[in-house]
């Protein structure tokens, strides 16, 4: 429902100037969007994970000299850095994140916009009259809610670009860890043959001792159910090995082609010769965090979107300039009336309490979150240090400890062996409990890398849900298990 006040004036210069002027008004007001600036900033504050790589393909050139970055790097083993950077370069994914984000931010600018003005014309004859009527009108409270709106799109707009930077260091994250993944699920597939092979010639050797009377039921059979056990690992560790790869094509956006061509690294990256320190950690984690940011952004746009409801639920306003020509065929008379014309809609049965409710509660949920937010920022980051710590320590024991005193035990037993104080299968369980110790500390590495690719997630202002999986490579089968 809606009330009008109309008005004939006879002075359409001060009209035509106070149109120009809100014209005017209104367009250098506002909202417009920069995707290159955003974009730019987003490869400022996540340089470590982008290198500044970060760029929205949109010419047939740019598709074009991308693939051929593809290429380059495809044609040597990929290293991590290099399958970020294949990633930022090739991953459809990555650059559905951009496009999306140019999509919101548009749509949020659109808000601090405003309404193009409505133009109707009407044609009236009533007996020997004929009247034209021109109406020109545009909403007056748009208008005058104008700079709030632009200020609200603005911080809307901000609010995508923190959560595009969010988006991008968690695909960065993925990317990384899948490629240590990948690597150490190929380690551990070559050390698993080698577990198999060992298994097969003792169940072999057992087999020929029991044929000759040399071996018994008993023993042969524990020979046997190793040797079973290892060919249930191998399998297992060759379909860990292919969904570790799969996986690193998906989150690398590899064609079937770019697939095939896909070679990795032999092993994992050496350990860090000294590992990040607590307060080299502190000094990193700061309150310019993704998270942190991203809620703040959502508190302040909350904020200002509840001011504006304020306002525009309770009513709405539009303002109308018209001319309207009358010509009277009886007398070749012309009458010209000028003059405006305001609506009001009326609040007759809705008040907006709802509208304003809603916008409270929203504000409430977008501090509570800022809140929740902060509170756990250093728990994050803590967690996060911790799986890293744990892991170095581990991985580093596993290397510099279990190993070494594992190659000396074998060397030990060669030399037993060849004095004759022990028998073949002995050997041979030594040399499946040596290649066991390798694989537990391809598994403590892979463990690391994961953690240190989480860590630096946190310490950005992204942690991860799961910094280090439970279980990433089929355990090698005990010696144990043939009883010798």
Known sequence: MSSSIHSTSHRPSRARFSLAALALAALSGCASVDLAQNLSRTNDEAASFTGGRLALARSDEDHAQRRQVASDLLAQPLGQPQAVELALANSPALQALLAQHGADAARSAQGGRIANPVFGFERLRTGSELEFGRLLSFGLLDLLTLPARKELADRQIEQSRLRLTSDVVDQITLVRQAWVRAVAAQQSLQYAGQVYESAEASAELARRMQAVGNFSKLE????????????????????????????????????????????????????????????????????????????????????????????????????????????????????????????????????????????????????????????????????????????????????????????????????????????????????????????????????????DAALQAALIGRPMASAVAAGGNPQPASSDDAGH
Not at 303 to 319: C, H, K, N, Q
Not at 393 to 422: C, F, W
């Open 220 to 451: 042969r059979a524990r020979q046997q159910a190793f040797y079973a056990d290892a060919g249930t690992q191998l399998a297992s560790a060759r379909h860990a090995a292919m969904a570790a790869r799969e996986e690193l094509v998906r989150q690398l956006g590899l064609t079937d082609v770019q697939a095939q061509e896909l070679t990795l690294p032999e092993r994992l990256p050496e350990l860090p010769k000294q590992p990040l320190q607590p307060e080299e950690v502190g000094q990193t984690a700061s309150r310019a965090r993704l998270d942190v940011r991203l809620a703040q952004a959502e508190l302040d746009a909350s904020a200002r979107s509840r001011g504006l409801t304020g306002i525009t639920s309770v009513t709405d306003m539009e303002l109308g300039v018209t001319r309207n020509t009358t010509f009277d065929n009886a007398d070749g008379h012309k009458a010209t009336g000028r003059g405006y014309e305001i609506s009001v809609r009326l609040p007759l049965f809705d008040w907006g309490d709802l509208q304003r409710d809603a916008s409270k509660a929203q504000v409430l949920a977008s501090a509570q979150r800022l809140d929740a937010t902060l509170r756990a920022a250093g728990s994050n980051v803590r967690e996060s240090y911790s799986a890293y710590r744990s892991t170095y320590d581990i991985a580093r024991h596993q290397r510099d400890e279990v190993v070494p005193l594992r190659k000396t035990i074998s060397e030990e037993n060669l030399l037993r062996y060849n004095g004759m104080l022990i028998g073949v299968f002995d050997l041979l369980a030594d040399a499946r409990d040596q290649v066991g110790a390798v694989m537990s500390t391809i598994t403590a590495e892979q463990q690391f890398w994961l953690a």
